[in-house]
């Protein structure tokens, strides 16, 4: 495994020449990939740390591609999932999709039919990641402001001026002030806008209630 690389295809298919050729032509333009032979084979050597998409056939031994995605809907996992099939019709296709498949390519499908699913599979992988990590980080430190500092917060992200809040909280003008520039500091925000904006993503995640 390449560790160095900050993506990964991972390609399961139970014909190996097929699996050959796509692992070679994803190679060719940049790709790291690794392939399986079997659902229970990827689940057991997939490393879940990177940004990463799913090439998944249709028609596997034990465990098929539609099973395999029910599977991971209900775990929760977000893999974009490109499926691949020979023997696909319009209602397989559909139920691929439905259950969250990214793409359904018929066999033989264009080279670039299959890179350009790939590209917009790992870069919305990659933009979950990457907003996930920024909730991450926000959550953190809403976690570290006082019970009164989150009560100004969400006072403030309303829309309502030192006044307002003063007279909501039975606090003084000043004392308002003083818990608002706390809160400022603490999120790291640069503006109300910015702090609105974090506000949407906690109340989002179910976190800061508005």
């Known amino acids: 495994m390449i560790r160095g690389a900050s993506s990964a295809v991972f390609v399961v298919d139970d014909d190996a020449t097929l699996r050959e050729a796509i692992r070679t032509l994803l190679v060719s333009v940049g790709h790291y990939v690794e392939t399986f032979s079997s659902v229970e084979e990827f689940t057991l050597q997939r490393d879940k740390a990177r ?3 799913l090439v998944l056939d249709v028609r596997l031994p034990g465990i098929s591609g539609l099973e395999f995605q029910k599977l991971l809907y209900a775990a929760g996992d977000p893999i974009p999932t490109i499926f691949i099939s020979g023997h696909g019709d ?34 919305r992988d990659q933009e979950r990641r990457e907003s996930e990590q920024l909730l991450s980080e926000v959550l953190e430190r809403y976690t570290s402001l006082t019970v ?10 309303r829309g309502q001026i030192n006044k307002q809040i003063a007279a909501a909280t039975n606090l003084s003008e000043v004392t ?8 400022m500091r603490k999120m790291n925000a640069a503006s109300l806008p910015d702090l609105v904006r974090m506000a949407d993503k906690l109340e989002k995640a179910s976190v800061c209630p508005r």
């Open 148 to 157: 009164r500092e989150r009560e100004i917060m969400a006072l403030v992200v």
């Open 51 to 53: 940004a990463s998409c």
């Open 176 to 183: 308002v002030k003083i818990h608002r520039g706390q809160v």
């Open 90 to 123: 319009i209602p397989m296709a559909v139920q691929a999709i439905k259950g969250g498949g990214l793409e359904f390519l018929m066999k033989p499908f264009r080279d670039q039919e299959l890179l350009d699913a790939v590209q917009t599979a790992l870069r």
